[in-house]
């Protein structure tokens, strides 16, 4: 089937129309004007999302009809692929996550193709408190080759990225045998010294997820983990960029440091979506969503209980404080986390690539998603 959008091209500001065939971007035409003034960009990409709109992928009675329901909930908000995350639990319970997103992908031709993969956030991370944040204290323990490869075939191969701790013994060993499967590996909710985040590094991390969260309150001023992620030219890093998970001024600095090799999470627990109010959490008891989007512990309003914003929040944070133009912004939430999946061969809007558009309004202060396309079909309209 043939398709063809028009508006302004996100990063070159030129009107353009594109023209989409079975699902692929065939071509892409300048014109000379555009009577829409709509941006058009790639659909965004969020490597890290819990759940969404009341639903939880670490839920024991998550149903296969949910992971279709977070699916939808992501067309309208612009995400056209994303990993669900599964993090720290019992064995089992890891297990049947793995295995009921499985399934839903294999029954469901829309989720497969958004579903690109699912990231496992734990259970090999770091007990000490601060690194550990919320995750489950009695499930923590080092990497495991056995257990790893069982959740795998579970998961039927869907596992595309890890984040552990890698001041775990065995952990060289371990991630590199990750690679050789095919599983991008970041390192995260970590404690680790130099020596042992090099040593990650050779055997293959390529990523620091979500830098400067999940850390002690107190640091050597050096060296530290931070320092020692952010100097490594061969670690790509994810940011919760929803102004409460990383102050401005950090933002700012470790956007510098790595313009190119940065890409947004949003991290988004079931809260997200939700209106405000006061919640039950499974694993931090009472909390309660404000309506600026900050989600907290209802005993402890200092202490967050995970993220309930989505990527365009994120990125319309980041352009409404002036840390990024538009277009950074845009790319940040979409080609760079396809870049850093396939070793930089994604190009965004480009003839031959997948036809995940999205038709954004930029009249206003904030971008508003009006359309989403996902393999060429329209898949949310506002
Ligand atoms: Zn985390």
Not at 223 to 238: C, G, H, I, T, V
Request: proline share 4%; hydrophobic share 40%.
């Amino acid at each position: 089937m043939k398709n063809s959008l028009e508006g302004i091209h996100f990063q070159t500001g030129k009107p353009i129309q594109v023209i989409t065939r079975d699902g692929i971007i065939q071509e892409i035409m300048e014109l000379e004007s555009s009577e829409s003034k709509n941006l058009i960009a790639p659909g965004f990409v969020d490597l890290q999302v819990n759940g969404f709109q009341g639903i939880d992928f670490n839920d024991s009675n998550l149903k296969e009809s949910d992971v279709l329901k977070v699916t939808r909930a992501m067309f309208e908000s612009g995400v056209t692929t994303y990993f669900p995350t599964i993090i720290t639990n019992s064995d089992d319970s890891i297990r049947k996550s793995l295995k009921t997103i499985s399934l839903a992908c294999a029954s469901n031709g829309l989720i497969q193709s958004t579903v690109q993969g699912i990231h496992l956030e734990g259970p090999f991370l770091s007990k000490e408190e601060g690194p550990r944040g919320a995750h489950p204290l009695k499930y923590i323990q080092a990497p495991n080759w056995e257990k790893f490869s069982a959740w795998q075939e579970a998961a039927e191969g869907r596992i595309k990225l890890i984040t552990l701790a890698p001041e775990w013994e065995g952990s060289f060993e371990f991630i590199e045998k990750c690679v050789e499967s095919g599983v991008n590996v970041a390192i995260g909710h970590t404690a680790a010294n130099t020596t042992q985040i090099e040593a990650a590094i050779r055997a293959g991390a390529t990523l620091s997820t979500h830098l400067g969260n999940a850390a002690h309150l107190m640091l050597p001023r050096h060296p530290n983990y931070l320092w020692d992620q952010l100097a490594s030219e061969k670690l790509w890093m994810s940011l919760i960029a929803d102004g409460f998970h990383l102050p401005d001024t950090v933002l700012k600095v470790f956007l510098k440091v790595k313009p190119k090799t940065t890409f947004l999470i949003s991290d988004a627990t079931s809260f997200a979506g939700l209106p405000p109010g006061n919640y039950q959490s499974p694993i931090g008891g009472e909390v309660v969503l404000n309506k600026n989007g900050r989600l907290y512990m209802e005993k402890n309003p200092g202490l967050l209980a995970g993220s309930a914003t989505s990527l365009l929040q994120c990125i319309n944070y980041l352009v409404d404080h002036h840390l990024t133009s538009v277009q950074e912004a845009i790319e940040m939430a979409s080609v760079r986390p396809m870049q850093f999946l396939d070793r930089g061969y994604s190009r965004g809007l480009s003839s031959g690539s997948i036809a995940d558009l999205l038709v954004l309004d930029f009249n206003r202060a904030n971008l508003e998603i009006l359309q989403t396309i996902k393999a060429g079909e329209l898949v949310y309209s506002k």
